[in-house]
């Protein structure tokens, strides 16, 4: 029978997608106020979905990722989704007139993840063929994979995910995880005898 191996802990993250500094600045003071301090910050880059965001978002959208110092057990996710959600719809409902005016329904768009190892893996709503259902309507994502001493996406990445910025970023978050891991005992061991 095979053995329940050790569960690594992994890295928090939050992507943080808008066209308003105000809104990005409110977001991580939640992320922070509710999940610690947070450990590193990627470059915007430019974050572009087909147009599908446009609608009740805008248009010139960038995005961040927040990794939050302390270490988690990625089996939060779900919570840190439903979480993200309410900040959203918070944020929304207290935001400037001067922006519902524009049309703009959805001010911020937050997406939790986390950083393992050998993935980042984001949390969403919506259901598709590569998505794996969690619980409470969230679903779980495979957006990168560490492979062969880099970062590598797949088709279903979003471009964002998919630059030099992101990949930069998962390094130093992966180097950092990596550390802990090897100096908590933490880290899982390879077995081969699985």
């Not at 001493?149 to 970023?169: C, L, M, N, Q």
Request: proline residues 4%; glycine residues 6%; aromatic residues 10%.
């Amino acid at each position: 029978m095979a053995k329940i191996r050790l569960i690594e802990p992994v890295i928090r993250l939050c992507a943080i997608i808008t066209k308003f500094d105000a809104a990005r600045d409110w977001a991580i003071s939640q992320i922070e106020t509710h999940w610690g301090p947070v450990a590193l910050v990627s470059p915007a880059v430019p974050f572009q979905a087909g147009g599908f965001y446009d609608d009740e978002m805008g248009t010139d959208l960038t995005k961040v990722i927040v990794a939050v110092e302390t270490f988690a057990d990625p089996a939060g996710l779900s919570d840190w989704k439903l979480q993200t959600n309410a900040w959203e719809l918070e944020y929304a409902n207290q935001v400037d007139p001067t922006i519902t005016r524009q049309g703009i329904t959805r001010p911020v768009n937050l997406d939790a993840g986390y950083l393992s190892q050998a993935k980042l893996v984001l949390a969403t709503i919506k259901d598709r063929d590569h998505r794996i259902y969690l619980r409470d309507g969230i679903f779980a994502e495979v957006t990168l994979n560490y492979v062969g001493k880099r970062w590598i996406h797949h088709r279903w990445s979003y471009p964002s995910y998919r630059t030099d910025e992101v990949a930069g970023f998962a390094m130093q978050c992966r180097s950092r995880l990596r550390e802990y891991l090897i100096s908590t005992g933490q880290i899982r061991k390879v077995d081969s005898q699985s």
